[in-house]
């Protein structure tokens, strides 16, 4: 874990429930960063949370401040970033 990262796996891939319970208190907060397993960055705000849905991978939806959606799998997410002072959002 770094100083404002919230989860960090290295470049190996983060569980579903890990990745879960670092999204959930950051949804709808904007300057959240997040690094795939390809080295991706996305910087944003936590627009949506598929969790369990039939015939889906979970995922996380990020709008970045261009308006452009981004959907990342869990499975790519290698790192969470809460970029807001003091861990707070909006």
């Known amino acids: 874990m770094t100083s404002n990262g919230l989860l960090q796996a290295g470049r190996t ?14 949804y709808g907060k904007d300057n959240v960063e997040i690094v795939t397993e390809t080295g991706a960055r996305v910087r944003g705000t936590v627009r949506s949370l598929k969790q369990t849905q039939a015939l889906t ?9 261009d308006g452009e959606l981004v959907k990342i799998p869990f499975s790519a997410i290698t790192e969470i970033i809460d970029h807001n002072p003091s861990g707070k959002g909006k």
Request: charged share 30%; hydrophobic share 45%.
């Open 13 to 26: 891939k983060v569980e579903v429930t890990k990745a879960l319970a670092a999204l959930q208190p950051l």
């Open 57 to 65: 991978r979970p995922s996380v939806k990020i709008e970045r401040p």
